[in-house]
């Protein structure tokens, strides 16, 4: 009787899998590309400033407001981006900006600067929010950034 009970559950389970929108519904999970190819970060030095890119894939982009750049030792930076924002009616967050294609966003680097925590969201069009990336720079004095993350 034991044995019963434990095969019941994974037969329904095996023919809810059958359904056709539910195999869609799975084949759309394994489409969704990680965070990393959706959004391609890059940071690197140019003469004093500190220039952070993205490029995104076909169909994704970030919010305007989630991108949150903080310099270690805590120092104010002046952020310029590059790229203008769109207005769009996201379904999670009604009335946002976004950025689809590439961001650029660049600050003066001060020599006091050791880390620069640097994070963003943001959507494919498929309706797949990516939960908040998070990227720490570390600044080697003479050397390119390096950088650190999920």
């Given at each position: 009787?034991?044995?019963?009970?434990?095969?019941?559950?994974?037969?329904?389970?095996?023919?809810?899998?059958?359904?056709?929108?539910?195999?869609?519904?799975?084949?759309?999970?394994?489409?969704?590309?990680?965070?990393?190819?959706s959004f391609?970060?890059?940071?690197?030095?140019?003469?004093?400033?500190?220039?952070?890119?993205?490029?995104?894939?076909?169909?994704?982009?970030?919010?305007?407001?989630?991108?949150?750049?903080?310099?270690?030792?805590?120092?104010?930076?002046?952020?310029?981006?590059?790229?203008?924002?769109?207005?769009?009616?996201?379904?999670?967050?009604?009335?946002?900006?976004?950025?689809?294609?590439?961001?650029?966003?660049?600050?003066?680097?001060?020599?006091?600067?050791?880390?620069?925590?640097?994070?963003?969201?943001?959507?494919?069009?498929?309706?797949?929010?990516?939960?908040?990336i998070n990227?720490?720079?570390?600044?080697?004095?003479?050397?390119?950034?390096?950088?650190?993350?999920?």
């Amino acid at each position: 009787m034991l044995f019963l009970a434990m095969f019941y559950p994974s037969s329904v389970y095996s023919e809810f899998l059958t359904t056709s929108s539910t195999k869609d519904l799975l084949k759309g999970f394994q489409d969704i590309l990680p965070a990393d190819e959706s959004f391609k970060f890059s940071a690197f030095k140019i003469e004093e400033r500190i220039i952070l890119s993205w490029e995104l894939k076909e169909n994704c982009f970030l919010y305007k407001d989630k991108f949150e750049i903080t310099a270690f030792p805590k120092t104010y930076i002046d952020i310029v981006t590059t790229e203008t924002s769109l207005p769009i009616n996201d379904e999670y967050f009604g009335e946002v900006e976004v950025f689809y294609n590439n961001v650029t966003k660049s600050f003066v680097h001060d020599e006091n600067m050791e880390k620069i925590i640097v994070k963003y969201q943001g959507c494919n069009a498929k309706g797949f929010c990516y939960p908040v990336i998070n990227k720490e720079l570390i600044i080697k004095k003479g050397k390119n950034l390096i950088i650190k993350g999920t």
